[in-house]
C-alpha cells in the first residue's frame, strides 16, 4: 500500500532529486509514497515557474497541491522550501500521509502504465461522459436562448443590476463594466448558473425604454456568451465535443472588448496556426488542460474553431507541421522580459 | 548590445504616434510636419521620418519602438526601420477611404518580413466607421494566405496598446 505523489513544472534537477529521495526516504523513514504522473493523490508544484503558478490557480480548489517556492507567497497549507532538504521533505510526506487513504500497489502499477502511454506530460485526465458543460444550465444558455427565440427578456440576479438582453441587435445592456477586466462580483454573474437567474420576457420597446431610462450601456451578446463560457465551464469540455478532435482557430477572439488572461494570448497564437487535439495544445503551451478546455470551449460556443473528427489530411488543416518550439531560449527569455514590463505575465 | 526594437507602421492618422507615446517612457520623439497635400484634408500634422519611444525592460536592455512615416512616398524609410526588428504591429485607419487597400499596401510591403516573423493587425476608429468588419479584414487575409491576428482598437487606450503587443508577443513564441 502506498501513497501517490506527481511533480508539476519542477526543474528537471529538482524532479530527479524527488524520485531519488523518495526512494531514500521510504527506506530510511519507513514511509511509503511512489511517483505517480497521472493519478496521484498529492501534487508538488513549483509555483515558482509560470506554468506551475497557472496549475496552482487552476486546480488549487479541487487537488490536494503542495506549493514549491523559495517563500510560501501563496499561503498555502503544504509548502516545501526551495532548495529541496531530506528531513523538510520526509516530514511533510508523514503529515500528508495522516490525511490521506493508502492506495494499493497494483493501483500504482496500473497509472504508471496509463503514464506511458499518455502525451505530453498532461496532468489532468477526464471522464468526459461525465464532466462535459451543457451551457444550458449556465448565463451562456440563456444567453444563446435568448438570440435563437429572437425574445428580448430582462434578466436579474442577486445583487446585480438587470442585464437586458437584446437579441435583435445581439446586444444586452446592463450598467458600465470593463468586460476585459472583470471584478469578483462581476464574476459570479458570468459564472451563473441559469436557476439563479431570473429571466422576465419583455417587448422590445420595454426593453429600450427601459435601457434609456436607466442609462444602461450597450455590449456584444457574444462577449457575454464568451465570459459565461469561460468562466462557468471549470474545466470541463463543452457537451458534443471530444478531447481528440483536431481543432484550429478561424481567427483570433477580439480581446479587445472580452474577459481574458494572458494564456489565452497563447492559446490563440498556437491554435491558429496550428491543429491539434486539446492535450496536444496543453502540451505545446505548458498550459493546465482545464485552462485550454475553457478556453476551447469559449471559441466555440463564439463560432471561432475550425473543427474535425480526427488527425486533419485537409490542406486548409496544417496538422502536419506541429514542431517544437524553434524559437532560442535567448528570444523567449527577452519575449518574456517584455510580457513582465507590461505586467501581462 | 544588440538593438531590440518593435515597429508601428500604418495608414496616416491610425494612431502610431499615439499607440507608441502609450507605450513609451519619454516623451516620443517625432519629426511631425504640417501637412501640405491632401494629407492635410485628414491631418494637421504628419509624420515625415519616424516616432520614436523607448522601454526599459527587467534587465536593463531597451526596446525601442519605431513607428514609421505613413505616407507611401517615405516608403525608403520602412526598409530601413524594419532591419532587425522583432515585430511589427500595423494600425489601419477604418474611417479612411481604402482601409483595405491601404492594408494591403503594408501587408505587401512588408510579407517577406512577416513571413519569416509576425505582425499584428490593429484597426482603429471603427467606431466612426464600422464597415468594413473584422469578418471582412480576415476574408481579405485569407486572401492573401495570412494567418494573423486583427483586433478592433482604441489606441488611446493603453490597454488595447499592451494588448497588441502582448497578442505580438504570444505570436512570435507560439505561433509557429
Redesign the interface.
Known amino acids: 500500500m502506498h501513497n501517490t505523489l506527481s511533480t508539476y513544472a519542477l526543474e528537471k534537477r529538482d524532479k530527479l532529486f524527488i524520485s531519488s529521495m523518495l526512494e531514500l526516504t521510504n527506506k530510511k523513514f519507513g514511509i511509503n509514497w511512489a511517483l505517480d504522473e497521472t493519478n496521484a493523490q498529492v501534487t508538488l508544484v513549483d509555483v515558482d515557474q509560470p506554468t506551475g503558478a497557472n496549475f496552482w490557480e487552476a486546480y488549487q480548489s479541487e487537488k490536494k497541491l503542495i506549493a514549491f517556492a523559495n517563500t510560501n507567497h501563496l499561503r498555502a497549507s503544504w509548502f516545501l522550501e526551495k532548495p529541496l532538504r531530506v528531513q523538510p521533505f520526509t516530514e511533510l510526506l508523514k503529515k500528508l500521509s495522516e490525511t490521506l487513504p493508502l492506495v494499493a500497489t497494483e493501483e500504482v502499477g496500473r497509472a504508471e502504465k496509463t503514464t506511458a502511454q499518455t502525451r505530453g506530460g498532461v496532468q489532468r485526465t477526464l471522464n468526459e461522459s461525465a464532466q462535459h458543460y451543457d451551457p444550458v444550465h449556465y448565463l451562456s444558455g440563456v444567453l444563446q436562448t435568448a438570440l435563437l427565440a429572437q425574445q428580448a427578456q430582462v434578466v436579474s440576479f442577486s445583487g446585480f443590476d438587470p442585464l437586458y438582453l437584446v437579441p435583435q441587435e445581439k446586444r444586452c445592456y446592463t450598467v458600465t463594466m470593463n468586460l476585459?477586466r472583470l471584478t469578483p462580483a462581476q464574476k459570479t454573474l458570468f459564472s451563473a448558473r441559469a436557476e439563479q437567474l431570473l429571466q422576465r420576457p419583455v417587448t422590445l420597446e420595454q426593453a429600450r425604454s427601459a435601457i434609456a431610462e436607466q442609462e444602461l450601456k450597450p455590449y456584444d451578446i457574444y462577449a457575454f456568451i464568451w465570459g459565461s463560457a469561460l468562466l462557468s465551464a471549470d474545466g470541463r469540455l463543452l457537451t458534443g465535443h471530444s478531447m481528440q478532435s483536431f481543432v484550429r482557430l478561424?481567427?483570433?477572439p477580439?480581446?479587445?472588448?472580452l474577459p481574458?488572461e494572458?494564456a489565452h494570448?497563447?492559446l490563440?497564437?498556437?491554435m491558429?496556426?496550428n491543429a491539434a487535439n486539446i492535450p496536444r495544445i496543453a502540451s505545446?503551451?505548458q498550459l493546465p488542460l482545464a485552462t485550454v478546455i475553457d478556453f476551447f470551449n469559449a471559441c466555440a460556443l463564439s463560432n471561432l474553431l475550425l473543427t474535425q473528427k480526427a488527425q486533419s489530411t485537409s490542406p486548409t488543416m496544417n496538422t502536419t507541421q506541429l514542431?517544437d518550439?524553434?524559437?532560442s531560449s535567448e528570444?523567449?527569455g527577452?519575449?518574456g522580459?517584455?510580457?513582465?514590463?507590461?505586467g501581462?505575465t | 548590445m544588440k538593438e531590440?526594437k518593435l515597429v508601428f507602421t500604418g495608414s496616416m492618422g491610425a494612431g502610431k504616434t499615439t499607440a507608441i507615446s502609450a507605450l513609451s517612457e519619454i516623451p516620443v520623439i517625432n519629426t511631425d510636419v504640417r501637412a501640405t497635400d491632401e494629407a492635410a484634408l485628414r491631418k494637421e500634422r504628419t509624420t515625415v521620418a519616424m516616432d520614436y519611444g523607448e522601454?526599459?525592460?527587467?534587465?536593463g536592455?531597451k526596446?525601442r519602438l519605431y513607428g514609421t512615416p505613413g505616407q507611401e512616398r517615405f516608403s525608403y524609410m520602412w526598409k530601413i526601420l524594419m532591419e532587425g526588428a522583432?515585430g511589427l504591429i500595423i494600425l489601419v485607419d477604418n474611417a479612411g477611404e481604402h482601409p483595405l487597400q491601404d492594408l494591403d499596401l503594408y501587408l505587401t510591403h512588408f510579407r517577406q518580413y512577416i513571413d519569416s516573423t509576425s505582425a499584428v493587425i490593429g484597426v482603429t476608429r471603427m467606431d466612426m466607421a464600422e464597415q468594413p468588419g473584422?469578418?471582412e479584414y480576415?476574408d481579405y487575409l485569407a486572401q492573401k494566405e495570412l494567418?494573423?491576428?486583427?483586433?478592433?482598437?482604441?489606441v488611446r487606450d493603453r490597454?488595447?496598446v499592451?494588448?497588441m503587443?502582448?497578442?505580438l508577443?504570444?505570436?512570435?513564441?507560439?505561433?509557429?
Open positions: 476585459t478561424k481567427q483570433w477580439n480581446f479587445t472588448h481574458r494572458p494570448m497563447k490563440a497564437a498556437f491558429l496556426k505545446a503551451t514542431v518550439k524553434p524559437i528570444k523567449r527577452l519575449l522580459n517584455i510580457l513582465r514590463r507590461l501581462r | 531590440i522601454m526599459t525592460l527587467s534587465d536592455q526596446l522583432l473584422l469578418d480576415y494567418q494573423l491576428p486583427i483586433f478592433s482598437v482604441d490597454d488595447n499592451v494588448m503587443l502582448e497578442a508577443v504570444a505570436m512570435l513564441e507560439f505561433a509557429y
